[in-house]
């Protein structure tokens, strides 16, 4: 038995000889058949005349072994001939395949996408705006004062306190979109947003957000209805129920709250929904009149309505993903599964 093993071993030094000796990929071709096909059959054929079964199992695995080296050590000497424009063939198609992947969009990002998609089909136009936002346009243009206490259900984080911050919410670009623009008005506008929050499955302090306004005459909470059902059934697929339900937010009234059936039991209740079968995705309401005036806006000529989502929580529920690091995460098998 160890002479088959010394011998593997010497084998082994001629190859590690041999193969600085290779020159182009006919060489490699040589070598490759030398040591995988002919040297390898020769050692599962001593393989029959042993009878202990440890003892072949043992050779197996010294057998597979060395066939790896081999191959890993091939696999390398044939990259270089590839990188190499001198060597007389370029291609080598009887070349070990490597796997190689594309990069590719993250998914939050195609998700974002997905819901892009459906508010510009319904009309809706885009708009982006600064993250480091005056405190005029995160608070007090959105029926926000100083000492209001709506201000602790977002916990801000101060640059120049008071009046500079990192906006805790996308409304701050509302209101900038309203005071240049007259009704009709129809965007959403996406970004991230900072809040002071514990990391937790369910919290980090940075998240992303897509708001959506619609200002003009007529526009009722029955629009505000149509539209996010039809957001939340386009994306979710049309067997989502939605419901809607009082809520408060300073900056609409009235507020609704906006609960969409579980994806993961579709209603009959599991963990992800606390067993309610439902699951608060939105925040919603028809524009405060003061929000209107604030922008220069006549509130009883012009009524509208606006809607915000957690884009982190919605993808975790869309993907299925339990907690909301993973989104950071970067965990690229994950993510090639998704
Ligand atoms: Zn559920």
């Known amino acids: 038995m160890s002479e088959i093993y010394d011998d593997i071993n010497k084998q082994k030094d001629i190859f590690l000889k041999e193969i600085k000796e290779v020159k182009n990929v006919s060489d490699l071709k040589t070598i490759k058949s030398k040591y995988l096909k002919v040297y390898t059959k020769d ?51 009887t070349m070990i395949k490597k796997n190689i992947f594309i990069g590719a969009e993250h998914p939050l990002i195609k998700f974002y996408k997905k819901i892009e ?45 008071p009046s500079v911050l990192l906006r805790s919410h996308t409304s701050s670009v509302q209101v900038r979109t309203m005071e240049k623009a007259k009704p009709p008005i129809q965007i ?3 970004g991230t947003v900072y809040r002071v929050d514990d990391i937790d499955p369910q919290h980090t302090p940075m998240f992303y957000q897509v708001e959506g306004l619609m200002i003009g005459e007529k526009v009722s909470f029955s629009n505000l209805k149509a539209v996010l059902i039809k957001l939340l059934k386009e994306v979710f ?44 995705v939105l925040g919603s309401g028809m524009v405060h009149p003061n929000v209107l005036e604030g922008v220069g806006y006549d509130s009883e000529k012009y009524t509208g309505f606006a809607f915000g989502l957690g884009l982190n929580r919605l993808a975790l529920l869309y993907y299925g993903l339990g907690e909301i690091r993973k989104i950071y995460e970067n965990d690229i098998s994950l993510w090639r599964q998704l």
């Open 43 to 93: 050692l599962y054929a001593q393989m029959k005349n042993i009878e202990s079964a440890e003892d072949k199992k043992q050779l197996g695995k010294a057998i597979n072994d060395f066939k790896k080296y081999i191959e890993e050590q091939l696999e390398i000497l044939s990259n270089n001939f590839n990188n190499d424009s001198s060597s007389a063939v370029k291609y080598d198609v």
């Open 117 to 161: 998609k459906v508010c510009i089909n319904m009309g809706f136009s885009v708009v982006q705006g600064p993250e480091m936002e005056l405190d005029k346009y995160n608070f007090e243009k959105l029926n926000i004062p100083p000492h209001h206490p709506a201000r602790d259900m977002q916990d801000t984080f101060y640059v120049t306190p």
């Open 188 to 190: 959403i506008s996406p």
């Open 237 to 280: 697929g049309d067997s989502t129920k939605v419901r809607f339900r009082p809520s408060y937010y300073p900056y609409t009234e009235p507020s609704a709250a906006i609960d969409m059936s579980c994806t993961e039991c579709g209603g009959s209740g599991c963990r992800t929904c606390g067993n309610s079968g439902w699951i608060t």
